[in-house]
């Protein structure tokens, strides 16, 4: 009779940073450096064979590869848009995935990723939220998918792209995964790895208060603040959370946490939605708020996705109220919808939620009584 031998969990060497990954070598009776060098060759030189890897010994070789692992999250689909964009799919288990996206711009090319396997906040304008919620991601699965889409953007033909940004905007509220999202930032900043400046990395809120200010102690990336309303009443239709952190707290934390550092700018996220935030009363109300706050206003169409109530503004709404705010003395871009072919536009990223919330079976049995349809 042969008896099974129990496989023991391999570590997966993309759950840590610099820092964890010297303490990781420490521990097995290593030389701290040589948490640089393994970092080179995941990030930079793209090798996941430890074999591959010539300036360890081969007995660390032989000992990595019994103990550890390089393991990504999964491919399922990629999708190029006539625009460029690119979206991922990936998967993480059995019953999750999420959606990464990659959107060339003249000077730039950002990557947007994903926190969270769906969302527990529900902003009401938002597809992921309608999604719920099953988990935090792990590390590996934040920083997986700068690894993924980096390695992918080289095999795609004529694409030139790098990625010279990133953008915590895809799925989830990273603050509420903040010890994950930090360790997975710090990896994108570490010159071993990807050598982003802080500058280039930008970290998108909801406005978890006391998780801005954790954040000021351990990083220094920047910020995004999903504003969306202009006053308390609307803005806790719009985002739940405000209800929990009023307007006034969360700019306030916002100050905060650029306090001390001249030239840096909280950059304000705005969806305009039709008849609902629009208004040119909300414009004068908005300039009213921020005008003392270093920021830029980032205006967004709104991105429709099925079951939604809200529409997309006219043209002419978005410019009255850009106009307006312009006028005020804030500094505005508007967003250009990207990939929208292909469903990868700002608040249509779905991938796939095992909901533990019960949010979706909630839905349903609404719509069912309304008679709606989703
Ligand atoms: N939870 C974080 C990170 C998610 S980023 C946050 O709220 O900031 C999500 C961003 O996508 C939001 O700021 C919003 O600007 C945008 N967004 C969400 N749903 C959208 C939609 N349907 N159309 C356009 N933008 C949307």
Request: with cysteine; charged share 25%.
């Amino acid at each position: 009779m042969t008896i099974p031998v129990q496989q023991h969990e391999k570590v997966n060497l993309l759950n840590f940073d610099r820092q964890g990954l010297q303490a990781w070598f420490t521990e097995m009776g290593e030389k701290p450096f040589r948490a640089a060098q393994l970092m080179k060759w995941i990030y930079q030189f793209g090798v996941d064979d430890f074999v591959e890897m010539s300036n360890l010994s081969k007995s660390l070789r032989e000992k990595l590869a019994q103990q550890a692992e390089i393991r990504l999250p999964e491919v399922v689909t990629e999708q190029v848009s006539d625009d460029g964009t690119v979206k991922w799919l990936l998967r993480l288990d059995s019953g999750n995935s999420i959606e990464t996206v990659f959107i060339p711009e003249n000077d730039r090319g950002t990557l947007c990723i994903s926190s969270q396997v769906g969302c527990a906040l529900e902003c009401s304008f938002c597809s992921t939220a309608q999604q719920g919620f099953n988990r935090n991601l792990e590390v590996a699965e934040i920083i997986g998918q700068v690894v993924v889409a980096n390695r992918a953007l080289k095999c795609i033909p004529r694409n030139e792209r790098v990625i010279s940004n990133i953008v915590l905007m895809g799925m989830g509220e990273p603050l509420l995964n903040f010890d994950n999202v930090v360790t997975a930032i710090n990896i994108m900043l570490e010159d071993n790895a990807y050598g982003l400046s802080k500058r280039r990395v930008t970290l998108s809120t909801s406005g978890v208060v006391p998780a801005i200010d954790r954040l000021k102690q351990v990083s220094d990336v920047s910020l995004a603040l999903s504003l969306h309303a202009p006053n308390d009443a609307l803005r806790n239709e719009l985002v739940p959370l405000n209800q929990k952190y009023p307007i006034k707290e969360v700019l306030a934390a916002c100050r905060r946490y650029i306090s001390g550092e001249t030239k840096r700018k909280i950059t304000i996220e705005y969806v305009l939605l039709d008849g609902v935030n629009d208004s040119p009363q909300h414009a004068r109300e908005l300039v009213r708020l921020l005008k003392s706050l270093p920021c830029k206003v980032n205006l967004i169409p709104f991105n429709p996705f099925p079951g939604t109530k809200y529409t997309t503004s006219a043209e002419a709404a978005i410019e009255r109220f850009r106009n307006i705010i312009v006028k005020g003395g804030l500094v505005t871009t508007t967003r250009k919808t990207r990939g929208e072919d292909i469903d990868a536009a700002c608040g249509q990223l779905a991938g796939k939620v095992q909901d533990k919330t019960r949010r979706t079976l909630r839905r349903q049995q609404k719509n069912m009584t309304t008679g709606r349809t989703v």
